[in-house]
């Protein structure tokens, strides 16, 4: 919309600073010319007679200069008000509850940047509010589920016998442990949706090397380095293991013990890869969509454990350096998860959420 206002914008300046310059120089031209005849004048009154007509011609002139200065004058401020007022009117309009509206973009040039530029920061404002009212009402959710289930406990209790006292209090033990790493999760899936990334060069083989490392040690399964890349990339190297791992730690939980997960990095021109492969009961297509979204687990079972923000942490990191991450079928059965990252990475988030933040307004709703 500024770019068509432009066109008309500078027909006015340009007619409004004609006009105004044509007004001077009439004053200037008259004013000279009026100097001269009263100097000459004053040495000769005589000629007084001869000047009046043009002295009465001059001051018409010099009335109807300083009217069309006026009025010039009147429209250009008139059109800059009421701009003024049409944008001042429109966010005194704005609410937290509706940050939809967007100050008009079709005054002056100036304003008209001025005005996209608060509406670009809308935008932004608007994503972030908007990712905060979710995730509120996703915690929402998740607390429902262990607050009901250590109050019911709490309520059929019987204080008078020992092992009822002792099975309630590992319950509640158990749930408050589950809060705890749902405060955990969010804090680090908050920490992921920021641009404040420490990017700098890693050494894709280096960082594969000391992700076969880290993965070793997590039991019940044989952990295999299938494919090493080499090469350089720019990112967050423990940000990208932080993810690398998570997907690993998902893998174990939803594989069958002693089966084998691989783990893997390529890369080409384009991109860098890096992926974990496991033989597990896989994905269904139908549900691929929804397994990086907060919380949804897509049908899978719950008893493996965990706050169900894992992925979706891994598809924070991924979109903070610029990439995504994706699931597909691993040969012979079970799911592989890729992390896809160009070269040079990079992407901002909306400001961060806090956890703290989160259970407040969560439990005063």
């Known amino acids: 919309m500024a770019r068509s206002q432009r066109p008309s914008t500078a027909r006015r300046r340009i007619v409004t600073g004609s006009t105004v310059a044509c007004a001077v120089a009439l004053a200037l031209v008259g004013g000279v010319t009026f100097t001269v005849q009263a100097v000459g004048v004053w040495n000769d009154p005589a000629r007084l007679d001869d000047l009046l007509l043009p002295m009465v011609v001059f001051g018409a002139a010099s009335l109807v200069a300083i009217g069309i200065v006026a009025i010039v004058g009147w429209y250009v401020v008139g059109a800059a008000v009421r701009s003024i007022e049409g944008v001042r009117t429109a966010a005194e309009s704005m609410t937290l509850g509706d940050l939809s509206r967007r100050l008009p973009s079709d005054g002056e040039h100036g304003l008209a940047e001025l005005s996209q530029t608060v509406n670009s920061m809308l935008d932004r404002l608007e994503g972030s509010v908007d990712s905060h009212r979710q995730l509120l009402d996703d915690v929402r959710h998740e607390l429902k589920t262990p ?132 033989h597990g009961p896989g994905v269904p297509p139908a549900m691929r969509h929804r397994i990086f979204r907060r919380f949804d687990r897509a049908g899978r079972r719950r008893s493996v454990g965990g706050s169900g923000l894992g992925l979706a942490i891994v598809d924070a990191i991924a979109k903070g350096h610029g990439g995504r991450c994706e699931v597909s079928d691993s040969p012979g059965g079970g799911a592989t998860f890729t992390i896809h990252v160009p070269h040079t990475s990079g992407a901002a988030y909306p400001a961060p959420v806090r956890a703290d933040d989160v259970i407040h307004q969560g439990g005063s709703r």
């Open 147 to 278: 607050i009901t289930i250590v109050r019911g406990h709490l309520e059929i209790m019987d204080a008078f016998d020992q092992a009822d006292v002792d099975a309630t209090r590992a319950i509640g033990i158990a749930e408050l442990d589950r809060l705890s790493r749902l405060v955990e999760d969010i804090d680090l899936l908050a920490a992921a949706e920021t641009d404040t990334y420490e990017h700098g060069d890693i050494d894709l083989a280096v960082l594969t090397a000391r992700m076969g490392d880290m993965v070793a040690v997590i039991p019940g399964h044989d952990w295999r380095v299938a494919a090493r890349a080499t090469g350089r990339m720019r990112g967050d190297a423990d940000r990208l293991l932080q993810a690398w791992l998570q997907l690993a730690d998902n893998a174990a939980k939803y594989s069958p013990e002693t089966t084998p997960i691989e783990i893997g990095s390529e890369t080409d021109a384009v991109e860098v890869r890096l992926w974990v492969r496991d």
